[in-house]
């Protein structure tokens, strides 16, 4: 059948997984820990499913749950969150996401995004009728181009969607770029889209700063968690997201279209795991620091030009210095077959309808164990 969809990829992070497997490749393309989360997590699930958890929870989410989502913003960032009528419990963040944007969006409202962009943005907006802005960010620092970004909020703005820390590219922004930013929102009476899943996820002394927490956005912003990124269990797909009554409410309606509910019992994990003592957060920075900082090295020993990266599970290289001849697809695709390493090429986060797509940048994940960081080294510094 001839439909929206029908043009539609299936999405790079199973096309490159896909072929990781064929061709028995180190896969630090796809963003998932190989490590599970915690323990005591796993067994308040369990625990729960043989309690009886097993019907229908609450179209919101459980309400232990939104209590803890509540408590975490109120810990974290200082936001007063009421938990009856301002978070939604949702089927991870990428449910969160086509939520928001479905409460937000009409046919022709301008949305302003950032490429490089997560892969689900794009058609999601396409999907909704939305006219999409898109800005680029300027590698290799990928700087905030202040001017473009201004002139692409108008009268018919109706949101941005924001990113940070961002996939791919390991930026943070900084309290001046979300100032510039808030203050763009609030001039064109807009809205802010917040993908945080990477909130805890920052490095060293960089701290990860919500849009929502900046002067006159508390009623503007959505902001979406994960608790598949947060607890180290992407599998498990339970997002959540915090928004101003009004705006929660339509959130629900369109979760309630969606998928409706939320498996039960990991609800009510993830209101444990939301609970934990901040040395928990800490150490899961911490960790992923050190596999950032040994793969960075590793990458930079083997000869790549390696990107700096804040926060997130990822980090770019740039293969422009290797002289390799070819895009960063082909590139990807030779080091899976050639070298036995899978990573994501870069372009694919970009809106394949665009021009000047930069070709020379691939993604490698680093949340991985470290004899695993090492292995990809190894292949990696073996070919030089
Ligand atoms: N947004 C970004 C930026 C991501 O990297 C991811 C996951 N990889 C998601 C959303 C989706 O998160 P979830 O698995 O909770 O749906
Ligand atoms: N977000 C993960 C990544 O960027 C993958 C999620 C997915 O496979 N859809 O690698």
Redesign the pocket.
Known sequence: ANSLLSGLPTTIFSVISALAVKHDAINLGQ?FPDTEGPADMVDAAADALRDGRNQYPPLAGLPELRAAVARSNSRFYGIAVDPAREVVVT???????TASLMALVNRGDEVVVFEPL?D?YMPVLDMLGAVVRKVRLTPPHWDLPRAELAAAFGPRTKAILL?TP??PTGKVFTRDELEFIAGLVARHDAYAVC?E??EHLTFGAIAHLPLMTLPGMRERTIR?G????SFSM?GW???YVTAPAPLADLVMKAHQLLTFTVAPNLQRAVAMGLDKDTAYFHQLAEGMRGARDRLSDGLSRAGLSVLPSDG??FLIADIAPLGFAGDDVAFCQQMIRHVGVAAIPVSAFYDSRGTDIPARYVRFAFCKKAEVIAGAVKRLQSVR
């Open positions: 963003g089927c991870g963040a990428t449910e969160a996401i997560y689900t990113n961002m996939n993908d899943v990477y979406i994960s608790a598949g990124k992407t797909k339970v997002g997130s599970y």
